[in-house]
């Protein structure tokens, strides 16, 4: 998140007006998040029922660009593809919007390899206060992923541990950056209601440390290091090898 696009709530607009803000705001946020009513062939990432041949697809071009980086990292980049826009999403409706789109009916854009784009059905919204909001968001979510990698599990090996610290770790950076980006979120308020998103999304209890760059302090590694052009991130759990110090 970098823009100052969440700054103002929703108030009482309609179904297709909070789509068409959402979409709005999440271009602006990210301009590869771009949203859509109508989903086109290639939105095919879907918490009912992604094809096979999809999540296979994912998978194999980073095994196909990357060989050098291992199962490991070809797991968790597929992952990460997977779960960035529903986080961002969810995120951005509780904190922009002050309502809650259906997001277990989100599907996603898949080219090349890269998940980027999604749809979202004309249908119903939820407004409550912001504790129900969250907590409507969290369930959502956490549904959302579940079957996602429920799904990612048939084409490779990811442990749902790590793929809840990975998700945790999404979730808690998207959140880090709200009070920079809104005028009427506090970081205070952002470190009172963690909580409550960590329980709705049914992720262990967790702080939000952050540098100056609001990089939090992660629990797991993204594996961008194994590449033969990556490094170990600013913010990486593991420790610095004593040759790079």
């Known amino acids: 998140m970098s823009s100052k696009a969440i700054s103002k709530p929703s108030g009482g607009q309609p179904p297709e007006d909070l789509h068409q803000q959402l979409f709005s705001i999440t271009e602006q946020l990210n301009p590869a998040l771009r949203g859509c009513i109508s989903p086109p062939e290639t939105f095919v990432i879907s918490g009912h029922q992604t094809p096979l041949t999809s999540l296979q697809a994912l998978h194999a071009y980073w095994q196909k660009h990357f060989p050098e980086a291992g199962r490991s990292y ?12 529903p986080v961002l999403i969810a995120v951005t409706a509780v904190y922009g919007l002050s309502a809650i789109p259906p997001l277990q ?115 797991s590694c993204c594996m961008h290091y194994r590449r033969h052009d990556g490094e170990l991130c600013t913010n990486c759990p593991r420790p610095t090898p004593l040759s790079a110090a």
């Open 74 to 85: 070809w797991s968790v980049r597929s992952w990460e593809l997977l779960i960035w826009q």
């Open 105 to 219: 009916q989100l599907t996603q854009r898949l080219d090349k390899g890269i998940v980027a784009g999604y749809s979202l059905p004309a249908g119903c919204w939820f407004r409550g206060s912001h504790a129900q909001l969250i907590v409507r968001a969290g369930r959502e979510l956490n549904t959302l992923v579940t079957s996602l990698l429920e799904q990612l599990q048939q084409v490779c090996t990811l442990r749902p541990r790590l793929a809840r610290a990975l998700l945790s770790d999404q979730l808690v950076s998207a959140l880090a950056r709200v009070p920079s980006v809104s005028g009427l979120i506090s970081e205070v308020d952002i470190r009172a209601q963690l909580p409550l998103w960590l329980e709705a999304t049914e992720l262990p209890p967790r702080g939000m440390q952050t540098d100056a760059n609001l990089h939090i302090t992660r629990l």
